[in-house]
Every structure is written in structure tokens, then in C-alpha cells.
């Protein structure tokens, strides 16, 4: 990852550090939330983050995307949907970008180099406005976003292919020709509602599930690049 800033993801003998941090039952404290502590302390990609002051562990999922699929121009001009806590945003910045830009419903804490703002995406001059900001069209969308999950694998799935099919939409009304488009989704028989429309738009549409994804998620990303405008 050299030339790309601080972006160095957490190895070591079999790839991943094994802390085994175990916490004692606390009072009050669920088993989920014991679950979760203990997760989040023998999570080396949190240990990493923090070590190197990124917003959270899901920037090695970027880092590891734009390694494989070379997204971030230097000087690019890139949008963040979803942006909070501000991760991706980061790495976009520590990578060369021109311009970030980065959209949440939740106010977001500065980063150096990058640009906040609170609103939804889904709003009708949002795109204009986003534009307008950036000077131009957007290289690059991404989305990291995911609606709150329901414990139901089939109903969590279609909520977030219609979610990532609404950020295509967007997408699509802010990508410059040739541009990219990343978004998070889930496995599941649902894809082809989002995989058809990205094929037309797109030259090249890949899944990708990044280490930094724990293993028994079911995220995957889609990769959209060479962006074909309608009529272009």
C-alpha cells in the first residue's frame, strides 16, 4: 500500500491477531452486548483502526476495494453517502482525492479535507446541490450505507438491495462518464434487482466481500466502473 497513506491493515502469523480478550458478566449487561464487547476487543481491524486513527474497522474494507480496483484518482472528486462516522471519508482524504464529499441523516465530526453535510440523499436537489459543491460531476459514489437490521435474513437482504438501488438512482444523476459506484448489500436471491440496472450503466460490475468483512456477515460489495451516462 505504498504512497497511499496510513492505511496499513492488521497482520500477523495467520493473518489475523487472536487477543482473546474474555470479559466477566457485568450487571445489567446483556448477552448480546457481552457478545459484542468481547467481538469489538478480540477484533484486530478495531485495534488497527484506532492505532492508526482511522473513525472505525469498516475503512479496511475501502482500503482493501481501492487496492483491488484502483477507485480513488488522485484529485478525484468523490461522494460519501452515509458518511458517518466519517471512515470512508478518511480514507478517500488520506488517498489523494481532490474533493469529499460526505452525506448523513447524523451530523458528522470534521475531518481535515473533507466536507459534511446533514440530509438524505432520497431528497430531489439533493444531486443538483451535490454537483453545484463539488465544482462538477462526481468520480465516485460510495455507499457504505445499511438499514437497521431486523434478524430476519430474507427481509434484512431486500431492504438493502432497495436501499443500494436508490443510491444507483443517485448515482447515476451525479457520475461523471467513466466514474464508479460502490455499495454494500447482503447475500441473498435479490441481487438481480440491482445486478441488471448496474449492467446497463456500468462496463464492468463485480461482488467483492473485503477481509476486513467478518466472516459470518453476509455483506458483500458491489463495484460498478466505467460509468456509461445515458445517451453517452
Request: charged share 25%; with cysteine; aromatic share 6%.
Amino acid at each position: 500500500m505504498a504512497g497511499k497513506g496510513n492505511t496499513t491493515a492488521p497482520t500477523d502469523e495467520g493473518g489475523r491477531r487472536s487477543l482473546n480478550v474474555r470479559l466477566r458478566t457485568a450487571t445489567g449487561r446483556s448477552a448480546a452486548s457481552q457478545r459484542w464487547l468481547e467481538r469489538q476487543l478480540n477484533d484486530p481491524y478495531v485495534a488497527a483502526a484506532k492505532a492508526q486513527g482511522w473513525r472505525s474497522r469498516a475503512v479496511f474494507k475501502l482500503i482493501e476495494l481501492d487496492d483491488r480496483y484502483h477507485l480513488i484518482r488522485k484529485g478525484g472528486r468523490i461522494v460519501d453517502l452515509g458518511a458517518a462516522p466519517g471512515g470512508w471519508s478518511q480514507v478517500a482524504v488520506r488517498r489523494g482525492a481532490g474533493q469529499v464529499l460526505g452525506l448523513d441523516l447524523l451530523p458528522i465530526e470534521p475531518v481535515s479535507g473533507a466536507t459534511f453535510l446533514v440530509g438524505d440523499f432520497n431528497d430531489a436537489d439533493m444531486p443538483a446541490r451535490l454537483q453545484a459543491l463539488l465544482g462538477g460531476p462526481a468520480d465516485v459514489v460510495l455507499s457504505d450505507m445499511a438499514p437497521n437490521t431486523t434478524g430476519h435474513g430474507a427481509t434484512d437482504h431486500v431492504r438493502i438491495v432497495a436501499l443500494a438501488d436508490l443510491a444507483l438512482d443517485f448515482a447515476c444523476q451525479v457520475l461523471a462518464p467513466g466514474g464508479a459506484f460502490v455499495a454494500k448489500v447482503f447475500q441473498g436471491g435479490a441481487e438481480r434487482q440491482l445486478l441488471d440496472p448496474l449492467k446497463r450503466r456500468f462496463a464492468v460490475v463485480r461482488h467483492a466481500k473485503p477481509a476486513a468483512s467478518r466472516k459470518e456477515s453476509s455483506e458483500l460489495y458491489v463495484v460498478a466502473t466505467g460509468f456509461r451516462p445515458r445517451g453517452g
